[in-house]
């Protein structure tokens, strides 16, 4: 007898969702052949019902969104007044692999960075949108042009990822469903495969690529440059939606997003922060229901080419319309960047050190100071209250004196430095560093090894800020990003200790960026150190010479 197909969906649906996967595998077991086809009916049974809940489930969806398109018109007249502050007409551009071709020809990775992001947030000038609108409101950008963004990545790249690289179900990859106000994950164990991801989007189902600069070389280089604009990791995620459907509940996340809408279309709403404590959050929010978030401040359907910017906190959702799929990426950055972030190191350093080195922190609390201070004594009008508040409040201000800012922001450098992607060489970067050295195997023999580097050659650091000295209170450590993966911490943090005589070099090369400096010109006792010390830099990819080698 013929078995009926069972869709991926359907087949995660029989499991249970409720519990995670167990962590441990359990033991082989042979198969049951005959207890499969005892329970054949059972199956199909539960498919068909399944199958049944799904489509209604999406025609009841479709009837709603086919009330969201045709208030589409309306949306656009009834918040003309409200958008004239958020959204920008933008322009045509340029395409995308011709700036980045372009870009390969700047000289300052620095003067890339802004370049770059200039071109995905236009027609905004970027000091304006720094200066009014990055972490305060959401903006919309609408260029009526579909090809803005086109190569920057696709549902053919998508697939293609699928067929070529191991995506991960869970590290790579998310099937999520959102319906009658319940968010689900559909993950299956192992890697994700054509045959069942494609057939969980036919379901429905929503999938999320989580770390496409890991797979499509022009979301690494995009990254990659944009991270010197943050000076904070960018990081992406890849949006699929099927028409008609919604992936995700309302909720608010603790990054900045750029939503990028790559192909098709989708209708977003974004809503303030609902309290004070919720702006500007440490942590993302868990799901919403559609009750507890109010109305939209904006409402919109963004289309091919568009561009929307809302700040951490604000709370949003999208969903697709019955006619068109929605292919988007979110470019985001600035999580744990905060001031907050940089006093969480600051202030117990700085207490550590005055407490060596200032007695009034070393001198023991009042004998008595239990029976008026603590929770239980809050209300009591004591004088001792307020003598006991005044020394916390000298105390606190003496801390600042012993505050070690320069060494905190160091531990946040060497903690930025470890997130970054590596830099995508230029052909003439390729060229003139380690990756395109010449050594190789010919003719029965190794060929033109070593470096050739001399005190006449011309140098420097292979971007602005790939790299960094970074002081432990003990010894001074050269942090640095050429040896870093495109998976996000895959490598142990990079970096290695710099004798102390080299640190003024290391510095001099640094500041001297983007000039080419010769080796003589280091700032060394000898020749000879000078050599060795670009020897070892160029050998860790952190220089590059001004002419091939």
Request: a neutral charge; proline letters at 7%.
């Amino acid at each position: 007898m013929e078995r009926k197909h069972m869709s991926a969906f359907a087949l995660y649906q029989t499991l249970s969702v409720d519990e995670p996967p167990p962590v441990k595998k359990p033991p082989p077991q042979v198969p049951a052949k005959k207890k499969k086809k005892k329970e054949n009916g059972v199956a199909a049974n539960k498919v068909n019902t399944l199958k049944a809940q799904m489509k209604a489930e999406r025609k009841k969806m479709r009837k709603k969104l086919l009330r969201s398109a045709q208030m589409e018109e309306s949306l656009k007249g009834n918040t003309e007044k409200q958008q004239q502050q958020e959204c920008v007409n933008g322009d045509d551009g340029e395409a995308l692999d011709a700036l980045l071709a372009d870009l390969a020809r700047v000289n300052n990775s620095r003067d890339r960075a802004s370049q770059l992001f200039q071109w995905l947030i236009n027609p905004i000038p970027a000091k304006a949108f720094f200066r009014e609108t990055w972490e305060k409101k959401p903006i919309l950008v609408q260029r009526k042009n579909p090809d803005y963004y086109k190569g920057l990545f696709s549902t053919a790249e998508f697939d293609r990822i699928l067929r070529e690289e191991d995506v991960q179900y869970g590290v790579n990859l998310d099937v999520t469903s959102y319906t009658n106000g319940k968010r689900k994950t559909h993950n299956p164990p192992g890697r994700a495969l054509p045959f069942t991801v494609w057939d969980f989007y036919g379901s429905g189902c929503s999938l999320r690529l989580l770390n496409p600069q890991a797979f499509s070389s022009t979301v690494w280089n995009v990254l990659s440059i944009l991270q010197e604009q943050f000076g904070s990791m960018a990081g992406a995620n890849i949006y699929l939606t099927p028409p008609g459907t919604q992936g995700f509940a309302p909720h608010y996340d603790d990054i900045e997003a750029f939503v990028v809408q790559l192909e098709g279309k989708k209708h977003w709403r974004v809503y303030n922060p609902r309290t004070d404590d919720e702006v500007l959050p440490v942590l993302s929010s868990p799901n919403f229901n559609q009750a507890d978030i109010g109305r939209p401040i904006l409402e919109v359907v963004l289309e091919a080419g568009d561009l929307l910017y809302f700040p951490r906190g604000f709370i949003h959702q999208g969903d697709c319309l019955p006619d068109a799929h929605s292919l988007h990426i979110t470019i985001s950055s600035y999580q744990k960047n905060s001031w907050g972030d940089l006093l969480q190191k600051v202030v117990p350093a700085a207490l550590e050190i005055a407490m060596e080195e200032d007695v009034e922190f070393r001198q023991g609390l009042p004998v008595d100071y239990l029976t008026y201070m603590g929770v239980q004594n809050s209300d009591k009008d004591d004088p001792r209250r307020t003598k006991f508040f005044s020394r916390i409040e000298s105390l606190m201000k003496k801390l600042k004196n012993y505050a070690p800012v320069d060494a905190a922001v160091d531990q946040k450098a060497r903690e930025y430095l470890h997130d970054c992607l590596p830099p995508v060489l230029t052909a003439e970067e390729l060229a003139s560093s380690v990756q395109g050295a010449p050594a190789r195997w010919e003719c029965g023999q190794v060929v033109d090894v070593g470096t050739r580097i001399n005190t006449q050659t011309q140098v420097r650091v292979l971007r602005a800020g790939c790299a960094r000295l970074c002081s432990d209170g003990e010894a001074v450590h050269l942090c640095y990003t050429t040896d870093n993966s495109r998976v996000y911490h895959k490598e142990e943090p990079k970096s290695f200790e710099i004798k102390p005589e080299h640190t003024d070099a290391i510095e001099f090369l640094i500041h001297s960026y983007p000039k080419f400096v010769t080796v003589g010109s280091f700032p060394c006792d000898s020749a000879d150190d000078r050599v060795a010390l670009a020897e070892l830099l160029f050998e860790r990819g952190i220089i590059h010479t001004a002419e091939p080698l």
